[in-house]
């Protein structure tokens, strides 16, 4: 019974964590023209104190870290572009129509020179997604569609966990996602 009640809490805490984040970030994404864009609201790893908004808009990708010891200081956002020409070439493949409707569109996509490469952002962080997909090959201007393969992810290193822990209990002011650093105190992401 104890277990049920404790985990009937967590979820409570959870999904009322979420909500309260969605309204911290909604002016700032109105401010940068996303209100309406697809969002992913979730908690960083191992805790529901600190959470990752992705927003995906046309031409970019925003993404915020913001948590419950954040006080009234300005929200952090990092920009990192998109490409419409390459989501259109891949989502032209079977199989990156396949992956877009899976993902619901949370995707990035790369020239790796002759590779078109899909990454799932929905999971890991910047630097960090598990889930990087070779959709095709360009022989020239002509993209060929192959298999879709896996690649490698890409290492973590321990000092990451450390990162994220002076994130979490508010002793580090921004975490950058871009190159999963602690900027100095008072200064931004680059």
């Known amino acids: 019974m104890a277990g049920l009640l404790l985990s009937t809490l967590y979820l409570g805490w959870s999904a009322t964590a979420q909500q309260i984040i969605q309204e911290r970030v909604g002016p700032t994404l109105a401010e940068e023209g996303l209100e ?10 191992f805790n529901t104190v600190l959470w990752r ?8 990708r925003v993404e915020i870290v913001t948590g419950f010891l954040d006080g009234n200081g300005p929200i952090t956002v990092e920009h990192f572009p998109r490409e419409p020409s390459l989501a259109k070439a891949a989502t032209s493949l079977p199989e990156g129509q396949r992956l877009d409707w899976f993902t619901r569109g949370f995707l990035h996509y790369d020239r790796d020179g002759d590779q078109l490469t899909a990454t799932d952002i929905r999971l890991g962080i910047p630097g960090a997604h598990p889930f990087t997909f070779i ?39 921004v975490l ?3 190159s999963l650093t602690l900027p100095p105190p008072g200064e931004g992401c680059t």
């Open 176 to 178: 950058c996602l871009a």
């Open 53 to 60: 908004v992705t927003v995906v808009g046309e031409e970019k």
């Open 135 to 173: 959709l095709a090959k360009y022989k020239g201007d002509r993209l060929e569609p192959e298999p879709s393969s896996q690649l490698d992810r890409p290492p973590i290193g321990g000092e990451l966990i450390g990162v994220l822990w002076s994130r979490m209990t508010g002793s580090a002011e």
């Open 36 to 45: 309406d864009a697809p969002r992913l609201v979730q908690p960083m790893p």
